[in-house]
């Protein structure tokens, strides 16, 4: 085991003002490596060459978990003498010539390797994953993303257990050995960080296809699979195809490489990795078939596929020069998938998607312990800022780029930027002023998003002068200092202020329901702004924030006749659904007030809105995608951001019950309409995941589920109809999702049911565990901590966490809340279980107590025992002291 620091030290931060180049360069590197029984040996010589800039006598290489056999330079064995070497760093002492060739051999075991981060063996073979900082788990090595190298990598191995050995690049050699085994020898034609190498030695059926670039070169594509699976990756080779031929159209970026493979794999911590040529995901984002996946599984491969394709050019031609510019390559690439999303499927349900996501897990990062900006100065360890921050605020704040210069500039700086930074290692400053440079648009002050976190309050008040036809709108931003800067101020770092440069497209809707001028993009630069509108016909209703232009929290007191008339009227689609949200919103934050009790805070106008939603549907006026997101209610969680805002405490179960009465409520007074769409939608042939049919189900099962919530037993023969026979899994799973929140015999027969029908596919294993952990019944903690130990759960497979417990913590609010501390308990034993075997995912869920503060004492006592028993395990992980010793700070 590494050294782990002792729980009484706090993990040692790392500073990005303390960033150097590195001492010497490596321009190549070549790796053999040889899978022998419960362990492996690799061998790499690095060609090293002396930075001249920054002169160093010593070679100081990263290294964890490595059993060092020999090292040699220049071909010449190096006694112990020339050596150091200790739990992170093998250095070789100077004086050092100014190239010569190293080479080390190590013994690694990836059988025991359970953080899945390095060298690992899965159920069908061996599988790497380097981002971040893994490569040092498979050789010694300067792991830093500004070290690049052209790599080649010879895996040897039996060939009868592992018939497939890949890596990153061209194949360029093959041959057999002793005993039955083989090797296969690959080069990658591109420099390359070392967070980038991938090698696969495992038994997996492959299948085959191939893309033909604009300029005319067939590329070889190709996805690996578990043997037997091969009905189940023909989405995910669509979904790249796809992504090639969007990225060439939209941003004139065509595939380098001869061959593109993807190579899917059960126990993997994250979604998929970009690995140069030789992507590795986690099952969940390759494998789909109509019975086994749903929609929204289909469309997040789509996403997923996309992602690491696009981060081939951002990304992996130009990289990162440190970790605290990870921004830089997820940011941009998260705004290229969501560009991707909008131009397939429907652009503002797409958008609306992202924004909900954006609300319900950035923002309260933004407001918690763990707040940092999307280029943080400072982190412990660099796992635990993968973030909704850096990924998805970092893809707003590239998105408000776009909104500021204009779609043409910003590709014409894109253009700059691969122009000026192909094959070099740079940061977010240079992607900046390439789009500065390209536009002629002054973005100095927009660079402030890099440094600020928090979450900006934009605070609007409008007024109309009848008599000069002019309307005037002052805005307002705001934005409270938040723990990270308590974090820098303790390390005597100067935090940055002063105000944004926001983008806020505005619209003003007349009377009529028309636009009295087109969409306009107004820059916010200072703290109060007042902007005209002349030649205005009559009093107008504001449409601010169109398309979300900013990721900021709007403050706009608009009445309850004006929100209907932007969700009737508004030109800017995300505006009509967000102005019933807003609507939604003002309703429950009375009803949490009041208890969560009762109906009388219910608006008419709130059921008005939802009844003409419905209409129109039925009519087919609007998207059916549209209106089952207009259908629903903001999420518990998102509500108890709104209640902290207002510096309130959070009772969560208050919430629920606010969303469950209006839910009801809802649902009993729009009975008869919710019931005929649910005929009406009914559907019309052979599934497929996509157009329409998307939209289709998803309000049908909006429909039933409110069907469900007036009458349980008048809805049950229809559920259950529906779960026997919906022939697909959106639909029966959607059947299941609604039983596992009803208290009648049926839910556990259904359960029952798919289990037995479903064990032997572990993704849908996977979704019989989350149905039960967000149940909102009674008992639903006890039931999760039994479910943790059925055979169908193993905590050392990510999935199986993320499904069951990870859902318990972040999506079941009132339980994971539970008074009575039982949900906290629950999660502060798997954290302490995990933290020894997989920190990364141990820290994730960790990470479900941030907002811990925000609740009332008795809760807070419960949290605060949970934290204090986490941060007292001896030889805590340093992913899991960091965010825990940020909540107790
Ligand atoms: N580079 C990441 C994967 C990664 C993250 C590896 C952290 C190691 C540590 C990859 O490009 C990524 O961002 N994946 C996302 C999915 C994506 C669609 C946002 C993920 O894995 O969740
Ligand atoms: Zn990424």
Redesign the pocket.
């Known amino acids: 085991m590494s050294a782990k620091p002792a729980h009484t030290e706090a993990p040692k931060a790392i500073y990005l003002k303390d960033y150097a180049p590195p001492a010497w360069w490596v321009d190549t590197v070549d790796l053999h490596v040889t899978i022998l029984d419960g362990y492996a040996e690799v061998t790499a010589t690095l060609a090293c060459r002396r930075n001249e800039a920054q002169r160093q006598d010593d070679l100081v290489l990263n290294g964890d978990e490595l059993a060092l056999q020999k090292v040699s330079l220049d071909g010449t064995l190096l006694p112990s003498s020339r050596y150091a070497l200790d739990a992170e760093t093998l250095t070789i002492r100077g004086p050092l010539p100014d190239r010569f060739a190293l080479e080390t051999l190590v013994r690694i075991e990836p059988d025991r390797n359970t953080q899945l981060s390095g060298l690992y063996k899965s159920a069908d073979g061996c599988f790497t ?1 380097c ?2 900082q ?1 490569f040092r788990r498979i050789t010694f090595f300067p792991d830093r993303p500004d070290v690049m190298a052209r790599y080649t990598c010879t895996v040897e191995a039996d060939a009868a257990r592992f018939p497939q050995l890949l890596s990153n690049g061209n194949l360029v050699a093959t041959g057999q050995g002793e005993a039955g085994r083989h090797w296969a020898k690959w080069q990658d034609p591109f420099a390359k960080p070392s ?1 980038l190498f991938a090698m696969v030695a495992a038994k997996l059926d492959v299948l085959e296809d191939s893309f033909v670039t604009r300029s005319g070169r067939k590329v070889r594509c190709a996805v690996y699979v578990e043997p037997g699976r091969l009905d189940q990756c023909g989405h995910a080779m669509a979904a790249l195809k796809k992504a090639m031929k969007w990225d060439e159209e939209r941003f004139g970026l065509e595939l380098d490489l001869d061959t593109y493979m993807i190579v899917a794999v059960g126990d993997f ?6 690995n140069k040529g030789l992507n590795i995901f ?1 099952t969940k ?1 390759v494998l789909a078939r109509p019975d086994t996946a749903t929609d929204a599984d289909y469309q997040a491969i789509d ?2 596929v996309a ?2 394709y696009f ?1 081939n050019w951002t ?1 992996n031609r130009v990289t990162c020069r440190d970790w605290f510019q990870l921004s830089l ?2 940011g941009l ?2 705004y290229r ?1 969501e560009q991707f999303g909008e131009d397939m499927h429907s652009r503002a349900v797409t958008r609306i998607q992202d924004v909900r996501g954006l609300r319900a897990g950035q923002f309260p990062e933004d407001a918690g312990p763990m707040a940092h900006p999307i280029r943080p100065a400072s982190y412990a360890e660099i ?1 635990n800022f ?1 973030t909704a921050t850096v ?1 998805q605020k970092g893809a707003q704040v590239i998105r408000m780029i776009e909104t500021l210069i204009g779609r043409d500039m910003f590709r014409a700086g894109m253009d700059l930027y691969f122009a000026r930074h192909d094959g070099h290692a740079v940061t977010c400053e240079d992607f900046v002023q390439a789009m500065q440079d390209a536009s002629g648009v002054d973005l100095t002050q927009f660079r402030r998003w890099y440094s600020r976190a928090g979450t900006p309050r934009l605070k609007a008040a409008g007024h109309y002068d009848a008599a000069a036809k002019r309307y005037s709108l002052t805005l307002t931003q705001t934005l409270a200092p938040t723990a990270y800067e308590a974090r820098l101020a303790e390390a005597g770092i100067a935090s940055d202020n002063g105000p944004l440069h926001i983008p806020v497209a505005v619209g003003l809707v007349l009377p009529n329901g028309t636009d009295a001028v087109p969409t306009t993009v107004l820059s916010l630069t200072e703290t109060t702004q007042t902007f005209h509108f002349d030649d205005i016909a009559g009093a107008p209703v504001a449409s601010l924030l169109r398309g979300y232009s900013a990721p900021v929290q709007l403050d706009f007191q608009q009445g309850d006749d004006e929100l209907p008339h932007l969700m009737a009227h508004d030109s800017d689609a995300f505006n009509r659904w967000e102005a019933g949200q807003r609507l939604a919103t003002r309703a429950l934050l009375a009803g949490i007030a009041a208890g969560g009790n009762g109906v009388d805070w219910i608006p008419p106008a709130l059921v008005a809105a939802c009844a003409r939603i419905v209409a129109d549907a039925s009519a087919q006026r609007i998207d059916p995608a549209f209106a089952a997101e207009a259908l629903v209610l903001p999420p518990e969680q998102v509500l108890a951001e709104e209640v902290a805002a207002q510096g309130k405490t959070i009772d969560p179960d208050a919430i629920h019950r606010a969303r469950q009465q209006l839910r009801r409520h809802l649902a009993t007074s729009l009975f008869a309409a919710f019931d005929t769409l649910w005929q009406a939608l009914a559907p019309t042939g052979p599934y497929a995941p996509e157009g329409g049919q998307i939209g289709r189900r998803a309000l049908r099962n909006a429909c039933l589920a409110y069907l469900a919530e007036a009458d349980e037993q008048a809805a049950l023969p229809r559920l259950m109809k529906q779960f026997e026979q919906g022939g697909n899994m959106t639909d029966v799973g959607a059947a299941l999702g609604i039983l596992a929140n009803l208290d009648l015999p049926e839910r556990q027969t259904a359960l029952d049911a798919f289990y037995a029908k479903w064990q032997g596919e572990a993704l849908v294993v996977d979704k019989w565990l989350n149905v039960q952990a967000t149940s909102r019944l009674d008992g639903t903690t006890a039931r999760v901590r039994a479910l943790m130990q059925h055979p169908a759960f193993d905590l050392r497979n990510p999935n199986n966490v993320y499904a069951l417990v990870r859902a318990f913590c972040a999506a079941n609010p009132r339980h994971f809340h539970a008074a009575d501390g039982s949900g906290y308990a629950l999660a502060a034993d798997v954290v302490v279980e995990l933290q020894a075997n997989n920190p ?1 995912v141990a820290s994730r869920i960790a990470r479900t107590f941030d907002r811990w503060r925000q609740f009332d004492a008795g809760r807070q006592a419960h949290a605060r025992a949970a934290l204090e028993r986490i941060r007292d395990q001896p030889g805590l992980a340093r992913d899991v002291a960091e965010v825990v010793g940020n909540a107790l700070r």
């Open positions: 994953q981002e971040a893994g967070y911590n994250m979604g998929a990795m970009e986690n984002y996403r997923v992602h690491e981060h990304g390559k997820e690439t998260v998938d796992n993968y990924y990364q």
